[in-house]
Each structure stands twice: as C-alpha cells, then as structure tokens.
C-alpha cells in the first residue's frame, strides 16, 4: 500500500470517529443552500482532516466542500479533495447512509480514493494501478446483461421530485440511497450494477468514489459522455453523471440520453 493511501485511510477513519461523537446527538445545523444542511461534525471533521492531510503533505493542495476555496489549488500537481461528510441529509436523519469521502488527484486524474463509512464501518479504498478493496477485500464491478435486471442506485430527493418517473421499468431496480460517495463505493463493491444522477454533482461528492470505480475495472462518465478530470476552476459537474461496470455504463448511457 502507497504512503498517500495510508495517509488518506488514517485521516478518514479519524474523521469517522469524529463525526460519530455527534451522530444522533444534539449539534448544530445550519443551511448552506436550499436542502443543503452542514452541521458542526462537517466543520469538525473538515478541519482534522485538513489537519492530518496537510501536515502530512504540505506541498499538496487542498479542496473541500467546507473549506474556503483557494486558487492556490490550481497550480499544484497533487491535490487533496475531500467530503468530510458526504450525506449530511441523511447524517442529520439518523440514516446510515453517509461517509467521509478523501481523493488525491495528480494532473487532474484521482490517484487515490478512500470511502468510510462509521457507522458500518465499511472502507472503500483504491490507488492507481493497486486495485480496488472494501475492507480489505479486493471487490470488482458487476453487469448483468439484460438492462431489465439492473440495479441502479440514485438519489432519494430525484426520486421524490419524479425525475426517475421516465424510467420506471426499464431498469430492474431503482433503489435510492443517501450519499453519492457512498453509492459509488457500493457500485464498485458489486452491490449494484450502477450509479446514475440526473442533477449535477461537485468534484468533492465523487472524485474518491471515481478512483475506487476505476481501479474496481469501471468508469465514471457525464451525461455528456465524457470523463471528468479533476481538480478544475468550476468544481461543478453537469448535467449529470453514470458511473460502473463499463458495459453497464455504455447501455445505461443510452437510455437516459435517449440514444438507444
């Protein structure tokens, strides 16, 4: 295992621990946006990620969904991104759903990606060319082939606002879970054949889970087709994305565009 996986494992799990100190205790909540709620353990585990990150890497840039943004990023060859809690809904809900979410990418590209969650104690890691594992265990992709029988993890609020209403019999399940981060890492461990969003996504929500894809044999691409690389001046990313085994990724791609 590389120091910088290592590096990022460790800070995750320290996070982890952090967040579970206020997990279905009293905190404080306040609304960044609409539906958009951040609440003291993702200002708490944001800054001890930040502080293991950087002390173990100075050179390395940093972005994050609570951070202040820098342009400094954008200069450096090697870039933290971090989600110190990605699913803060369904954290504020007492939905297991939700993980820390730690990414390092060079040149754009994520070289490393760490998922966990704290409550299951599940850990999605992956580093370039080193494979993709969940707590240990190497996992992979899956695809059925009949488009019928596929499992498609997406979003709980597209699902209550009938953006998925297109496609209802198409795919052979659409279940809704909390966190795109921690959908990707259950796409990459084979526990469904796909993720998809409708609704554009930032580069903190997905670039771990994108690594942890890859390096599981898959692909992350937009609604456009095209793969994203990281670490960008406008972190967001529209309109949408689809992420899993390549094939499944292909044939998905098609119906939701409606290129089939």
Known sequence: ?????????????????LIMNYYKTDYEIQDKGYHNPVTTA????DTRLKEILSEACPEYGWLSEETVDSADRLSKERVWVVDPL?????FVEGVPHFVVSVALVENGVPIVGVLFNPVSKELFSASRGEGAYLNG???KCISKDNVGEMVILNSRSETRRG???PFDGTFGELRAIGSVAYKLGLTAAGQADIFASLRPKNEWDICAGNCIINEAGGKLIDLNGASRLYNQEITLIEPGLIAGDINAVDKTFKILTGNN
């Open 86 to 90: 990605d699913g803060t809904k369904e």
């Open 137 to 139: 265990a190497p996992i």
């Open 163 to 165: 953006l998925w209403s």
């Open 42 to 45: 993702d200002y708490a585990a």
């Open 1 to 17: 295992m590389n120091s910088d996986l290592k590096i990022a494992i460790n800070a995750a799990i320290e996070a982890g621990t």
